[in-house]
């Protein structure tokens, strides 16, 4: 049972920069696709990012595309999302989650991922 703990959500001011991380344990890790979603208050959660096994290839939601940077560490069963000129309309709560097969290319249906984490509160003030 793959268990996926995010962390490193804030407030920040608009214009600022986080980092989420996405730690892995409990299961495999290194050959699956991985992905970002978030859920703002009042809407359907929505793909925001997502890497290869390898992190050789990454996709991003057109509304973050140059903002937003995935990244992997497969050695400490870590992927991350770097966030800069952050804006107010990206408050949500952001998930990570595993791809179902193993190899998986990086999609953005959220029924692609079968494992999830809890989630961390993202606040943009303006």
């Known amino acids: 049972q793959v268990q996926l703990v995010e962390s490193g959500g804030g407030l920040v001011q608009a214009g600022g920069s986080l980092r989420l991380s996405c730690a892995a344990s409990?299961?495999?890790?290194?050959?699956?696709?991985m992905g970002w979603f978030r859920q703002a208050p009042g809407k359907e959660r929505e793909f925001v990012a997502a890497?290869?096994?390898?992190?050789?290839?990454?996709r991003y939601a057109d509304s973050v595309k140059g903002r937003f940077t995935m990244s992997r560490d497969n050695a400490k069963n870590t992927v991350f999302l770097q966030m800069n000129s952050l804006k107010s309309e990206d408050t949500a709560i952001y998930y990570c989650?595993?791809?179902?097969?193993?190899?998986?290319?990086?999609?953005?249906?959220?029924?692609?991922?079968?494992?999830w984490g809890q989630g961390t509160q993202v606040t943009v003030s303006s």
């Open positions: 989650a595993r791809s179902r097969n193993i190899y998986d290319i990086p999609n953005v249906e959220s029924g692609s991922y079968d494992y």
């Open positions: 409990g299961g495999s890790f290194t050959y699956y696709a």
């Open positions: 890497i290869t096994w390898t992190g050789g290839y990454t």
